[in-house]
């Protein structure tokens, strides 16, 4: 067994039959983006399912006027679901897909290649339904996001949905305001008063989250 199997966080590749293990090391590929770039246009016709060994990548759609619409997160040991529908049933890629961290790879099965496992390990079908249930959550809660919480709300949500085991986030004002559809000046005044509440702390290109529970339960400002 090699390593696109054996050095993986998706557990039910090691309890796969060993030929099963072996035609995927065989056909599928390692993609290893550089952060920030765009692996997937809106549009695309992409060629397998996307699972991402290590490190994170962005879903996003774009408004009228070119900012982000966030949709979801896809992290070290998740698949990409967008990409599973659009094999399954022969569609478009219907979103944006941005590397968001250093050492991102990607494990692309092959359309025929997955399907097969799909088909006939239920292990890999109870995966799939997992990861598609967890998606609704995600995307209810975004919607929640956009229509009941306001901008300084989104930004607080954000920031603990990003919030990594060291809470320090390599982040900038700019990129914030991007995701959340806002302007600069709105991110920056905002995080100034939850530095002065004493949630964060700022400092060039990085976020120190140090209250993180605090951060969830602080009113809203009433000029926003």
Request: glycine content about 4%; proline content about 4%.
């Amino acid at each position: 067994m090699n390593s696109k199997t054996q050095e993986s966080n998706f557990s039910f590749f090691r309890d796969l039959p060993e030929d099963l293990r072996n035609t995927i090391d065989r056909d599928s590929k390692i993609i290893m983006p550089e952060k920030g770039q765009v692996i997937v246009r809106k549009g695309e016709r992409i060629g397998g399912a996307y699972l991402v060994k290590s490190g994170k990548i962005r879903v996003y759609t774009l408004d009228l006027n070119g900012n982000e619409k966030p949709i979801y997160d896809i992290e070290e040991g998740e698949i990409c679901i967008f990409s599973v529908n659009c094999i399954f049933q022969k569609i478009l890629y219907p979103a944006w897909v941005t590397v968001d961290s250093d050492n991102t790879h990607i494990l692309s099965v092959p359309t025929k290649t997955f399907r097969h496992l799909y088909d006939n390990e239920r292990m890999v079908r109870d995966f799939i339904f997992n990861s598609l249930s967890q998606r609704l959550f995600d995307l209810m809660s975004a919607i929640e996001d956009v229509t009941i919480h306001n901008v300084g709300q989104r930004i607080n949500s954000l920031l603990v949905r990003l919030c990594p085991e060291n809470r320090r986030l390599n982040i900038s004002h700019q990129e914030i305001a991007t995701r959340l559809g806002t302007a600069r000046e709105v991110v920056s005044r905002h995080l100034k008063f939850l530095e002065k509440s004493g949630c964060i702390r700022l400092s060039r290109m990085k976020i120190q989250i140090l209250t993180p529970d605090e951060l969830v339960s602080l009113p809203p400002k009433n000029d926003q």
